[in-house]
């Protein structure tokens, strides 16, 4: 199997563990991930309202890329990156004047053949439980799951699960025998763009979200956006300081539970690159060391 | 002071209309976006009365208040409004609007920051994270903001000294040049 | 409706259904599918030995799943008649082929484990349709709980609850651990006024029985506090408006304005995360227990009985009155009237009202020998009908049959369904079906004659 795979800015440096373990999880699956060559960033959220045109723009000129590679498939862990290509993609199906618009700006002819996968769906779908289950080298039972899905289920054009209460990820982590909680925060905000320009609101934002995992019993809080990530991990401490708590919940890239599983390296799944560091949980719940039967 | 309702009373509804495709008009403000909303404690304008200045043909207000910048476009309210009006759309409009006016904006740090992201694509193609932050933080005046973080992140080798400059720069400049703020004229 | 079971002019058949109706106004061919209840109504006495003794215990419907019911057992406790049934589905006796119970110890002996169905067919002069309405199902809003969360209840459920018949003896306590509440939020318009995951009508009925619930909660357990978060309150009713005050004024209850976004559970509490629009804040209660008033929907199987009945009904599945001011009890089809919340959502008053005018309207057919039509139907001549049935068709009252007539197939009208609308006459290309009074011929023939006049006083030119 082979899909196109559009890392995007943050995999690159804030977010390298999520790309490092994407890689590391595929090649196990025995899964070829062709990067789009010489991709461009995406437009994220700042385009769309400072200029409509470049927000298509960019975001086309990936699609374009990818075609003219010969992929018909492209895999974008980060959620936005997905939206945005899904989205333009499905904009000049329906628009034949943006198609234009779009071809005399950035070049080339697009012809309609990208389709874009969410991470969550390809590993459901096209890779399919079973094949999950049978890559299973070491059991993540004992470790008690909150899975964090974000805005994820909301944003324009993203359709693969419930909105209120989605399960996917939960799904998958039961493939590998983790314990899933429910818990009431799962599809709270994180404050993802208001990081660095109100830290404050997002701080408090993310400090909920620790909250009400810690509150039904999670030990570790697992996500699939670099954003979600970086508030809920490298803010942690901030948010100790600011509210007087003493969280240590290790924020973890599925793709790196997945990892784990699998008994990869913990250097290969960036699992040494988490501000909060799994080691202690991980040692302590005995999943690196017990082999499954 | 009473407050004066305005002739054409649909003009501003009108217009919203025609940037963003939302109807202000089928909002019975029944405040479940307001409920859901991540950051309305921040807001100065909560977003159910953002939508009743549009109805009401009041843009002033909107168009220089925080909230629209402190949105994070969630989608929460989008998603759960009884009358299935896309609020967060309406919130993105308010913003085009509000550049478009030139009156200094609720929140001047996010637009520079949202300009400095772009700047950065258009220099390199892709973000540099370090480079943005670094940035940002100097154009804001809070050069030491984060910077606990910077050796940490450092550390476990998150961050990026160079960035990566794509080969196709000059599409990227292109594309930038000619491309128009508006797919539609506002009129 | 135990008065309506002795009256000797009134033959109540229970535990049946309308399974097939045909003909028309004052003559309705009404087949009935009497199921077998395994009792016999003869002799039993209701004294109530085989519910108390019956091994087997489901979940009760009536109680909405709060309490429990045997396999023999009376529907609810105001039941009319006074005799159990048997729910084969459940029972031992039927499934198993053991116990026999309930037979053993009736002193009647009327228990009839081989009691068949029976099918009745009868003539019927006027059909009233009162068949109701049953609750919208919430767990579609997954931001409310999705229906996982035990102490997020409707309206119904919190009735059962304050019934001291009912099964938790009128305690209200929380579903989850059975402890009473304090603070309880009632959510208004849940599933009404909503064009994404509800409906977009108003249920009508919930304001006032909120209300009234947040009395009776204040009343019994002077220590719970009410919250009501609604969007508009209808009170338009005889000393409703006072009825709203009274619940805010003499029992306590708050009034916030807004919906609300989420509920989510935190430690044995739920969280009720709303907005106040008239401060212009976002509020968020504690709350022991939630009950949403739920929207008022149509029966199930509304669609189906429609029909059956041949009545139409609107994309909600609530009967369509044959004019929405002047007709409110009558359906379309002669002869068939509609009383309650089958045909929108009513309150007790309003039911009452519409059930004595349908009921009148109904006896003015069965009063006399004869019917007096509306001259303004349609008629077809069966020696220019060239049998094509498109008339058939586009008929909206399914009045137009296909019969013979010396040898050759053509269309009829039948005269008591038609309504005159003229749909057929449109469709006829060999002008066969006709309004009668209206033909193509009387038309041109007026409207020749009009011209006539006007070209006589000068007040138009016609060539020749």
Redesign the interface.
Request: charged share 25%; net charge neutral.
């Given at each position: 199997m082979q899909i196109g795979y559009y890392p995007g800015c943050s995999l690159e440096s804030s977010a390298k563990e999520f790309d490092l373990s994407i890689q590391a999880i595929f090649k196990e699956l025995e899964i070829s991930l062709k990067e789009i060559p010489d991709w461009s960033c995406c437009g994220a959220s700042a385009a769309h309202y400072l200029n409509e045109e470049l927000a298509m723009a960019l975001p086309y000129r990936n699609l374009l890329k990818a075609e003219e590679s010969g992929l018909d498939q492209i895999l974008s862990p980060c959620p936005a990156c997905y939206s945005h290509l899904k989205h333009v993609h499905e904009e000049v199906v329906k628009d034949s004047h943006l198609l234009e618009r779009l071809q005399n700006l950035v070049g080339g002819e697009y012809q309609k053949k990208v389709t874009s996968k969410h991470l969550l769906d390809f590993l459901k779908k096209d890779v399919g439980f079973e094949r999950l289950k049978s890559s299973m080298k070491i059991s993540l039972k004992g470790l008690r799951i909150a899975s964090y899905y974000g805005c994820l289920t909301r944003l324009p054009g993203v359709d693969i699960d419930d909105i209120e209460n989605p399960v996917l990820m939960d799904e998958i982590l039961e493939a590998f025998e983790g314990e899933t909680i429910p818990w009431s925060h799962k599809t709270e905000c994180c404050g993802a763009s208001l990081s660095l320009t109100r830290t404050e609101i997002a701080l408090r934002l993310t400090r909920s979200i620790l909250e009400s995992a810690l509150d039904k019993g999670a030990d570790c809080i697992v996500v699939v956006c670099p954003l979600c990530q970086s508030n809920l991990d490298t803010r942690q401490r901030d948010i100790n300081k600011k509210y007087g708590t003493s969280y240590e919940i290790p924020i973890l890239y599925l793709s790196q539970l997945i990892g784990l599983a699998q008994g990869l390296d913990f250097k290969k799944i960036g699992l040494d690159r988490l501000i909060i560091s799994p080691k202690k949980l991980l040692t302590q719940k005995g999943v690196t060391l017990s082999p499954s039967p | 002071m009473s407050y004066l309702i305005s002739k054409d009373i649909h003009q501003f509804r009108n217009q919203i209309i025609s940037i963003s495709g939302e109807d202000a008009s089928k909002c019975i403000q029944c405040g479940k976006c307001t409920a859901g909303c991540p950051v309305s404690p921040e807001m100065d304008i909560q977003p159910n009365q953002v939508l009743r200045f549009i109805q009401i043909n009041d843009p002033e207000p909107l168009l220089k208040c925080k909230t629209i910048w402190i949105c994070a476009s969630c989608q929460t309210c989008s998603v759960r409004c009884p009358e299935e009006i896309e609020i967060a759309k309406i919130m993105d409009s308010l913003r085009k609007l509000s550049l478009e006016s030139q009156a200094p904006s609720g929140e001047e740090r996010v637009v520079k920051f949202d300009n400095l992201f772009l700047d950065s694509i258009q220099k390199r193609g892709r973000v540099h994270e370090l480079e943005l932050v670094m940035r940002y933080n100097l154009t804001t005046f809070q050069p030491f903001k984060d910077a606990h973080l910077g050796p940490l992140m450092l550390s476990r080798g998150k961050l990026s000294f160079l960035g990566h400059k794509i080969k196709g720069l000059d599409q990227i400049k292109r594309i930038f040049k000619e491309s128009k703020r508006f797919l539609r004229s506002l009129e | 409706m135990t008065e309506s079971s002795r009256d000797e002019n009134i033959e109540l058949m229970t535990y049946s259904e309308v399974i097939d109706v045909k003909g028309f106004v004052g003559n309705f061919d009404v087949t009935i599918r009497k199921k077998p209840r395994y009792v016999d109504l003869t002799k039993c006495t209701g004294c109530g030995i085989c519910i108390e003794k019956c091994p087997t215990k489901v979940p009760s419907e009536w109680d909405l799943g709060l309490g429990m019911r045997k396999a023999i057992y009376k529907p609810f406790g105001q039941a009319v008649p006074n005799v159990p049934v048997i729910d084969k589905e459940n029972c031992r006796f039927f499934t198993t082929g053991k116990c026999k119970v309930c037979q053993k110890l009736c002193p009647a002996q009327a228990i009839n484990y081989e009691e068949e169905e029976e099918f009745i067919k009868k003539k019927f002069g006027a059909i009233i349709v009162a068949t109701g309405f049953t609750q919208f199902d919430p767990s579609i809003?997954?931001?409310y709980g999705?229906g996982?969360f035990k102490d997020v209840i409707t309206g119904l459920h919190l009735e059962r609850m304050l019934d001291t018949s009912g099964p938790t003896g009128g305690h209200v306590i929380r579903p989850s651990d059975h402890r009473e509440p304090k603070n309880i939020v009632f959510i208004q318009?849940v599933g009404s006024?909503?064009?994404?995951?509800?409906h977009p009508y108003c249920s009508r009925i919930c304001c006032m029985y909120t209300a009234k619930q947040a009395i009776l909660l204040k009343d019994h357990f002077p220590d719970t506090q009410s919250y009501i978060f609604y969007?508009d309150i209808r009170a338009g009713g005889k000393n409703y408006e006072e009825f709203i005050k009274r619940a805010q004024r003499e029992y306590g209850a708050i009034y916030i304005?807004?919906?609300?976004?989420?509920i989510?559970?935190?430690?044995d509490k739920l969280?009720v995360?709303?907005?106040?629009?008239l401060v212009?804040?976002?509020?968020e209660i504690e709350a022991d227990l939630v009950v949403l008033a739920t929207a008022v929907v149509p029966q199930p199987d509304a669609k189906e009985l429609a029909k059956i009945l041949n009545i139409p009904h609107d994309q909600y599945g609530f009967y369509t009155e044959a004019h929405p001011k002047l007709q409110p009890v009558e359906s379309v089809t002669k002869g068939i009237f509609l009383t309650g919340s089958c045909q929108f959502p009513k309150d007790i008053p309003d039911s009452v009202a519409t059930t004595g005018a349908a009921s009148i309207r109904a006896c003015e057919i069965l009063s006399k020998d004869e019917l007096i039509l509306d001259p303004k139907i349609a008629s077809i001549n069966p020696d220019v009908c060239s049998g094509c049935l498109n008339c058939l068709e586009v008929c909206p009252f399914d009045a137009i049959e296909k019969t013979e007539v010396n040898g050759k197939v053509v269309a009829q009208v039948i005269p008591t369904l038609c309504h005159g609308c003229g749909n057929c006459a449109a469709t006829c290309r060999t002008k066969a079906a006709n309004v009668e009074g209206f033909t193509d011929d009387q038309i041109y023939a007026q409207v020749a004659s009009i011209f006539e006049v006007m070209r006589k006083e000068r007040l138009i030119e016609l060539s020749d």
């Amino acid at each position: 199997m082979q899909i196109g795979y559009y890392p995007g800015c943050s995999l690159e440096s804030s977010a390298k563990e999520f790309d490092l373990s994407i890689q590391a999880i595929f090649k196990e699956l025995e899964i070829s991930l062709k990067e789009i060559p010489d991709w461009s960033c995406c437009g994220a959220s700042a385009a769309h309202y400072l200029n409509e045109e470049l927000a298509m723009a960019l975001p086309y000129r990936n699609l374009l890329k990818a075609e003219e590679s010969g992929l018909d498939q492209i895999l974008s862990p980060c959620p936005a990156c997905y939206s945005h290509l899904k989205h333009v993609h499905e904009e000049v199906v329906k628009d034949s004047h943006l198609l234009e618009r779009l071809q005399n700006l950035v070049g080339g002819e697009y012809q309609k053949k990208v389709t874009s996968k969410h991470l969550l769906d390809f590993l459901k779908k096209d890779v399919g439980f079973e094949r999950l289950k049978s890559s299973m080298k070491i059991s993540l039972k004992g470790l008690r799951i909150a899975s964090y899905y974000g805005c994820l289920t909301r944003l324009p054009g993203v359709d693969i699960d419930d909105i209120e209460n989605p399960v996917l990820m939960d799904e998958i982590l039961e493939a590998f025998e983790g314990e899933t909680i429910p818990w009431s925060h799962k599809t709270e905000c994180c404050g993802a763009s208001l990081s660095l320009t109100r830290t404050e609101i997002a701080l408090r934002l993310t400090r909920s979200i620790l909250e009400s995992a810690l509150d039904k019993g999670a030990d570790c809080i697992v996500v699939v956006c670099p954003l979600c990530q970086s508030n809920l991990d490298t803010r942690q401490r901030d948010i100790n300081k600011k509210y007087g708590t003493s969280y240590e919940i290790p924020i973890l890239y599925l793709s790196q539970l997945i990892g784990l599983a699998q008994g990869l390296d913990f250097k290969k799944i960036g699992l040494d690159r988490l501000i909060i560091s799994p080691k202690k949980l991980l040692t302590q719940k005995g999943v690196t060391l017990s082999p499954s039967p | 002071m009473s407050y004066l309702i305005s002739k054409d009373i649909h003009q501003f509804r009108n217009q919203i209309i025609s940037i963003s495709g939302e109807d202000a008009s089928k909002c019975i403000q029944c405040g479940k976006c307001t409920a859901g909303c991540p950051v309305s404690p921040e807001m100065d304008i909560q977003p159910n009365q953002v939508l009743r200045f549009i109805q009401i043909n009041d843009p002033e207000p909107l168009l220089k208040c925080k909230t629209i910048w402190i949105c994070a476009s969630c989608q929460t309210c989008s998603v759960r409004c009884p009358e299935e009006i896309e609020i967060a759309k309406i919130m993105d409009s308010l913003r085009k609007l509000s550049l478009e006016s030139q009156a200094p904006s609720g929140e001047e740090r996010v637009v520079k920051f949202d300009n400095l992201f772009l700047d950065s694509i258009q220099k390199r193609g892709r973000v540099h994270e370090l480079e943005l932050v670094m940035r940002y933080n100097l154009t804001t005046f809070q050069p030491f903001k984060d910077a606990h973080l910077g050796p940490l992140m450092l550390s476990r080798g998150k961050l990026s000294f160079l960035g990566h400059k794509i080969k196709g720069l000059d599409q990227i400049k292109r594309i930038f040049k000619e491309s128009k703020r508006f797919l539609r004229s506002l009129e | 409706m135990t008065e309506s079971s002795r009256d000797e002019n009134i033959e109540l058949m229970t535990y049946s259904e309308v399974i097939d109706v045909k003909g028309f106004v004052g003559n309705f061919d009404v087949t009935i599918r009497k199921k077998p209840r395994y009792v016999d109504l003869t002799k039993c006495t209701g004294c109530g030995i085989c519910i108390e003794k019956c091994p087997t215990k489901v979940p009760s419907e009536w109680d909405l799943g709060l309490g429990m019911r045997k396999a023999i057992y009376k529907p609810f406790g105001q039941a009319v008649p006074n005799v159990p049934v048997i729910d084969k589905e459940n029972c031992r006796f039927f499934t198993t082929g053991k116990c026999k119970v309930c037979q053993k110890l009736c002193p009647a002996q009327a228990i009839n484990y081989e009691e068949e169905e029976e099918f009745i067919k009868k003539k019927f002069g006027a059909i009233i349709v009162a068949t109701g309405f049953t609750q919208f199902d919430p767990s579609i809003y997954g931001e409310y709980g999705g229906g996982r969360f035990k102490d997020v209840i409707t309206g119904l459920h919190l009735e059962r609850m304050l019934d001291t018949s009912g099964p938790t003896g009128g305690h209200v306590i929380r579903p989850s651990d059975h402890r009473e509440p304090k603070n309880i939020v009632f959510i208004q318009c849940v599933g009404s006024r909503d064009e994404q995951k509800g409906h977009p009508y108003c249920s009508r009925i919930c304001c006032m029985y909120t209300a009234k619930q947040a009395i009776l909660l204040k009343d019994h357990f002077p220590d719970t506090q009410s919250y009501i978060f609604y969007i508009d309150i209808r009170a338009g009713g005889k000393n409703y408006e006072e009825f709203i005050k009274r619940a805010q004024r003499e029992y306590g209850a708050i009034y916030i304005r807004g919906r609300v976004s989420k509920i989510y559970e935190k430690g044995d509490k739920l969280i009720v995360r709303g907005v106040d629009t008239l401060v212009g804040k976002q509020v968020e209660i504690e709350a022991d227990l939630v009950v949403l008033a739920t929207a008022v929907v149509p029966q199930p199987d509304a669609k189906e009985l429609a029909k059956i009945l041949n009545i139409p009904h609107d994309q909600y599945g609530f009967y369509t009155e044959a004019h929405p001011k002047l007709q409110p009890v009558e359906s379309v089809t002669k002869g068939i009237f509609l009383t309650g919340s089958c045909q929108f959502p009513k309150d007790i008053p309003d039911s009452v009202a519409t059930t004595g005018a349908a009921s009148i309207r109904a006896c003015e057919i069965l009063s006399k020998d004869e019917l007096i039509l509306d001259p303004k139907i349609a008629s077809i001549n069966p020696d220019v009908c060239s049998g094509c049935l498109n008339c058939l068709e586009v008929c909206p009252f399914d009045a137009i049959e296909k019969t013979e007539v010396n040898g050759k197939v053509v269309a009829q009208v039948i005269p008591t369904l038609c309504h005159g609308c003229g749909n057929c006459a449109a469709t006829c290309r060999t002008k066969a079906a006709n309004v009668e009074g209206f033909t193509d011929d009387q038309i041109y023939a007026q409207v020749a004659s009009i011209f006539e006049v006007m070209r006589k006083e000068r007040l138009i030119e016609l060539s020749d």
